[in-house]
C-alpha cells in the first residue's frame, strides 16, 4: 500500500527543525501525557476499588437474606437447603440490634450481632480480626461474652478479661416508660477486633447468636441470613436460587447490594477523571488537525504531482490520514508503555509510600487490567481518527492545476 509508505516517510522527512515539526512533536507529546496519565489514573481507581471491595467483603457476608419474619415454617429448613447450593461455602442465621454497653463512667450505644454456630466456624468476618484475646462468643456456664470493637473498648476503658454491662436500647426505652430501673447483663470481653473498617470498628460488638436475641428480646427470632460463597463473582448468579428458597417476601442482597451507593460513587468519580483527562487527549489532536492542515497546505506540490502521476483522490485522503493516524498512534503507544512501566514501579519497588500512621494502607494500591489499556487505546485512536479527516478532505479538493501554476 503505497499510501502508508508515503505518509510513513512525510513522517521521517520532517528532519528539518520548523513550525510544522514542532507542532507535531507537540502533538504527539500531548498525547503521549494524556495516555500515560490515563493509563496510571484508571489502575489508581482500580487499586482502590479493589482494596475497598476487600476490606467490605472479608466482614460482610456475599449474600444476605433480610424481612423473614413473614416466612411461615421452621427457618432452619431454609439454612438446611441453602447448604445444598454448590458454590454456598457456609450460610448461618445473625440477630442485630441497638445497645448501650457501660463500663465504669463510660457508655457506648452501639449494634450488638449474634453469630449463630455455622459462621463461627468459618474464618472470615469478626474471626479474621481478631487483634486480641480470642474469638470466643459462646456461653460459658451462664457467662455471656462478647468481641468489642478496638475503638469502642477504648472509649469504654475495657480490656481482655474485663467484664462491662450491656442494656438494650429497647429495655431502656421501657424502663423510662414505666419509670423503673433498667437492667444490664454483665458480659465479659473475650477479644478485641480491628476491621479497618469505621462502619464495623466504631459500631459493632458481637456475641452468640442465642445471648443477642436474649439482650434484644427476639426470643427465637433472627434477623436474617449470612451467606458465604466460595467464590465472590458467583453472587449474581447464586441470588435468584437463593430466592426461590426464602419466598419473594424476602429480601436477598448481594454484598454489591449492600454496598451499592458507594460503588456509585466511585464509579462516577472514575468517569469523571477518565473524561477530564481524556481532554488532555482531546486538545493533543487538536493541535495534530493543525499540524496536518500546514501540512497539507506545505505539499501542495506534492499533491498535485501525485495525481498528476495517477494517484486518486482516495490515495491521498488516505496519505494524510495515516500520517495523522500515525502521529496519535507513535503518542498512544508510547504513553501505553509510560502508563505501565509507572505501574510497575509502583507494585514493584513502591516508589509512592504511604504513612501507615495515617492510612490503612502503606502503598498506592495499583491494578492493572488491559480492558483499561484497550478502552484508553481506542479513545485516542478515535480522536486522532477524527482529527486526521478534516486535513485530509482538503487535500483532496486541492486542485492540480492551481498548485503547479503557482509552484
Given at each position: 500500500?503505497?499510501?502508508?509508505?508515503?505518509?510513513?516517510?512525510?513522517?521521517?522527512?520532517?528532519?528539518?527543525?520548523?513550525?510544522?515539526?514542532?507542532?507535531?512533536?507537540?502533538?504527539?507529546?500531548?498525547?503521549?501525557?494524556?495516555?500515560?496519565?490515563?493509563?496510571?489514573?484508571?489502575?489508581?481507581?482500580?487499586?482502590?476499588?479493589?482494596?475497598?471491595?476487600?476490606?467490605?467483603?472479608?466482614?460482610?457476608?456475599?449474600?444476605?437474606?433480610?424481612?423473614?419474619?413473614?416466612?411461615?415454617?421452621?427457618?432452619?429448613?431454609?439454612?438446611?437447603?441453602?447448604?445444598?447450593?454448590?458454590?454456598?461455602?457456609?450460610?448461618?442465621?445473625?440477630?442485630?440490634?441497638?445497645?448501650?454497653?457501660?463500663?465504669?463512667?463510660?457508655?457506648?450505644?452501639?449494634?450488638?450481632?449474634?453469630?449463630?454456630?455455622?459462621?463461627?466456624?468459618?474464618?472470615?468476618?469478626?474471626?479474621?480480626?481478631?487483634?486480641?484475646?480470642?474469638?470466643?462468643?459462646?456461653?460459658?456456664?451462664?457467662?455471656?461474652?462478647?468481641?468489642?470493637?478496638?475503638?469502642?473498648?477504648?472509649?469504654?476503658?475495657?480490656?481482655?478479661?474485663?467484664?462491662?454491662?450491656?442494656?438494650?436500647?429497647?429495655?431502656?426505652?421501657?424502663?423510662?416508660?414505666?419509670?423503673?430501673?433498667?437492667?444490664?447483663?454483665?458480659?465479659?470481653?473475650?477479644?478485641?477486633?480491628?476491621?479497618?473498617?469505621?462502619?464495623?470498628?466504631?459500631?459493632?460488638?458481637?456475641?452468640?447468636?442465642?445471648?443477642?436475641?436474649?439482650?434484644?428480646?427476639?426470643?427465637?427470632?433472627?434477623?436474617?441470613?449470612?451467606?458465604?460463597?466460595?467464590?465472590?463473582?458467583s453472587s449474581e448468579k447464586v441470588k435468584p436460587e437463593i430466592q426461590s428458597i426464602v419466598g419473594e417476601q424476602a429480601t436477598v442482597s448481594t454484598w454489591y447490594d449492600l454496598h451499592k451507593d458507594l460503588y456509585n460513587i466511585m464509579l462516577i468519580e472514575r468517569w469523571g477523571a477518565y473524561l477530564l483527562l481524556a481532554l488532555?487527549?482531546?486538545?493533543?489532536?487538536?493541535?495534530?488537525?493543525?499540524?496536518?492542515?500546514?501540512?497539507?497546505?506545505?505539499k501542495k506540490k506534492d499533491i498535485a504531482l501525485l495525481r498528476s502521476m495517477g494517484a486518486t483522490k482516495k490515495s491521498i485522503l488516505r496519505i494524510f490520514m495515516f500520517e495523522g493516524i500515525l502521529i496519535g498512534l507513535i503518542g498512544t503507544v508510547t504513553g501505553m508503555l509510560i502508563g505501565y512501566f509507572i505501574c510497575w514501579?509502583?507494585?514493584?519497588?513502591?516508589?509512592?509510600?504511604?504513612?501507615?500512621?495515617?492510612?490503612?494502607?502503606?502503598?498506592?494500591?495499583?491494578?492493572?487490567?488491559?480492558?483499561?489499556?484497550?478502552?484508553?487505546?481506542?479513545?485516542?485512536?478515535?480522536?486522532?481518527?477524527?482529527?486526521?479527516?478534516?486535513?485530509?478532505?482538503?487535500?483532496?479538493?486541492?486542485?492540480?492545476?492551481?498548485?503547479?501554476?503557482?509552484?
Amino acid at each position: 500500500m503505497f499510501e502508508f509508505f508515503i505518509a510513513r516517510r512525510y513522517i521521517k522527512s520532517k528532519h528539518k527543525v520548523n513550525f510544522i515539526t514542532i507542532i507535531t512533536l507537540l502533538s504527539s507529546l500531548g498525547v503521549m501525557i494524556g495516555v500515560a496519565a490515563l493509563i496510571v489514573m484508571l489502575s489508581v481507581f482500580n487499586g482502590f476499588g479493589s482494596l475497598v471491595t476487600k476490606l467490605l467483603v472479608e466482614f460482610d457476608p456475599h449474600i444476605r437474606v433480610s424481612n423473614l419474619n413473614q416466612f411461615e415454617g421452621d427457618k432452619s429448613v431454609l439454612i438446611e437447603e441453602i447448604n445444598k447450593l454448590n458454590k454456598v461455602e457456609s450460610a448461618g442465621f445473625y440477630a442485630e440490634g441497638k445497645i448501650i454497653a457501660l463500663n465504669n463512667k463510660s457508655y457506648e450505644i452501639i449494634n450488638l450481632k449474634g453469630i449463630d454456630k455455622n459462621l463461627q466456624s468459618t474464618d472470615w468476618g469478626v474471626k479474621s480480626k481478631i487483634i486480641s484475646g480470642e474469638f470466643d462468643v459462646e456461653n460459658d456456664k451462664g457467662i455471656d461474652k462478647i468481641i468489642l470493637g478496638l475503638p469502642i473498648a477504648l472509649r469504654l476503658s475495657a480490656r481482655v478479661g474485663d467484664t462491662i454491662f450491656v442494656s438494650s436500647a429497647a429495655s431502656i426505652e421501657r424502663s423510662i416508660l414505666s419509670l423503673s430501673i433498667p437492667q444490664a447483663r454483665p458480659y465479659l470481653v473475650t477479644g478485641l477486633f480491628e476491621a479497618k473498617n469505621k462502619e464495623y470498628d466504631y459500631n459493632f460488638a458481637f456475641t452468640s447468636l442465642p445471648s443477642a436475641q436474649n439482650m434484644l428480646a427476639l426470643r427465637n427470632n433472627i434477623t436474617g441470613i449470612e451467606i458465604r460463597l466460595d467464590n465472590i463473582s458467583s453472587s449474581e448468579k447464586v441470588k435468584p436460587e437463593i430466592q426461590s428458597i426464602v419466598g419473594e417476601q424476602a429480601t436477598v442482597s448481594t454484598w454489591y447490594d449492600l454496598h451499592k451507593d458507594l460503588y456509585n460513587i466511585m464509579l462516577i468519580e472514575r468517569w469523571g477523571a477518565y473524561l477530564l483527562l481524556a481532554l488532555i487527549i482531546a486538545v493533543a489532536t487538536f493541535n495534530i488537525l493543525g499540524s496536518l492542515t500546514m501540512s497539507v497546505i506545505e505539499k501542495k506540490k506534492d499533491i498535485a504531482l501525485l495525481r498528476s502521476m495517477g494517484a486518486t483522490k482516495k490515495s491521498i485522503l488516505r496519505i494524510f490520514m495515516f500520517e495523522g493516524i500515525l502521529i496519535g498512534l507513535i503518542g498512544t503507544v508510547t504513553g501505553m508503555l509510560i502508563g505501565y512501566f509507572i505501574c510497575w514501579l509502583q507494585l514493584t519497588i513502591n516508589f509512592y509510600p504511604l504513612d501507615p500512621t495515617k492510612y490503612i494502607i502503606n502503598s498506592l494500591p495499583v491494578v492493572l487490567k488491559w480492558s483499561d489499556f484497550f478502552a484508553v487505546g481506542f479513545a485516542a485512536f478515535f480522536l486522532t481518527f477524527l482529527a486526521s479527516l478534516y486535513p485530509a478532505k482538503k487535500a483532496v479538493k486541492i486542485s492540480i492545476t492551481e498548485a503547479i501554476k503557482w509552484e
